[in-house]
């Protein structure tokens, strides 16, 4: 009894594999680790889905391209300047458009659409490194890499940009709200003098979405350890309208 039970619950995750994921979040580490990271929290923290991250299993491409084959509701695509650059974010973005063509295009600012030249066939192996690993290689050709990239670059409609206008870790909550279709609700910016006399200040590099990140990953860390101590909880200074 206890054999078959256990080959029926391999022939289970067979078919039904243990691990799926509502979205998959793919970024350049170098670029935007932090601000992947951060919304990745922010996502889960917000919906009861799960949120898979690339650069924490990057040391496998089959194993990541059979997730985003199979294993995942959407693949969610953070830009920033040299993403289309990384060989493994192109291998997802071209084997989500072969598969299933379930996206969204997060777009920084510092991201400028490629061309359509450059986005020619004879021209997309000239975007990577020397050096980096030849997807063809996992049965990606130079063919729909083209087709897939000119896909997430300009006909994908469902997109969104990291907003500088708004102040602080709103710009993260307010993208976070929006990949999940929900009304992000407005939050003061300016908190009370007597409340921000007893919390713990943290502060990052102003101007610096990286550094934000990373201050609000250590608020959310920092903030249960801290709660019976600091009643008043912590502040990060970048969510404050003036700060010089």
């Not at 929006?178 to 939050?187: A, D, G, M, T, V």
């Not at 300016?190 to 990140?213: F, I, M």
Request: aromatic residues 10%; contains cysteine.
């Amino acid at each position: 009894v206890a054999v078959t039970a256990t080959v029926c619950y391999a022939g289970f995750r067979h078919f039904f594999p243990a691990k799926y994921f509502h979205s998959f979040l793919c970024a350049y580490k170098a670029e935007a680790g932090a601000q992947a990271r951060y919304l990745q929290t922010l996502l889960q923290q917000r919906s009861t889905q799960r949120c898979f991250l690339d650069s924490d299993h990057l040391a496998d491409l089959e194993e990541l391209f059979d997730i985003v084959r199979c294993r995942c509701g959407r693949l969610l695509v953070y830009l920033t300047t040299d993403t289309l650059k990384r060989p493994w974010v192109v291998g997802e973005i071209t084997v989500t458009w072969q598969i299933h063509q379930r996206a969204f295009a997060i777009e920084h600012p510092s991201w400028v659409k490629p061309s359509i030249r450059d986005l020619k066939e004879e021209n997309v192996a000239l975007m990577f490194p020397e050096g980096d690993c030849k997807l063809v290689e996992y049965g990606v050709t130079d063919e729909a890499v083209a087709l897939a990239l000119r896909w997430i670059s300009y006909e994908l409609t469902a997109r969104a940009t990291l907003r500088l206008d708004l102040v602080g870790r709103q710009r993260f909550f307010q993208l976070a709200d929006e990949i999940l279709k929900r009304e992000s609700p407005r939050r003061n910016s300016e908190p009370d003098e007597r409340k921000a006399a007893n919390a713990v200040l943290l502060s990052t590099v102003p101007g610096d979405d990286e550094a934000l990140a990373v201050g609000g990953i250590l608020a959310g860390l920092l903030a249960p350890r801290l709660q019976s101590q600091v009643p008043a909880g912590i502040i990060l200074l970048e969510d404050m309208q003036d700060v010089s």
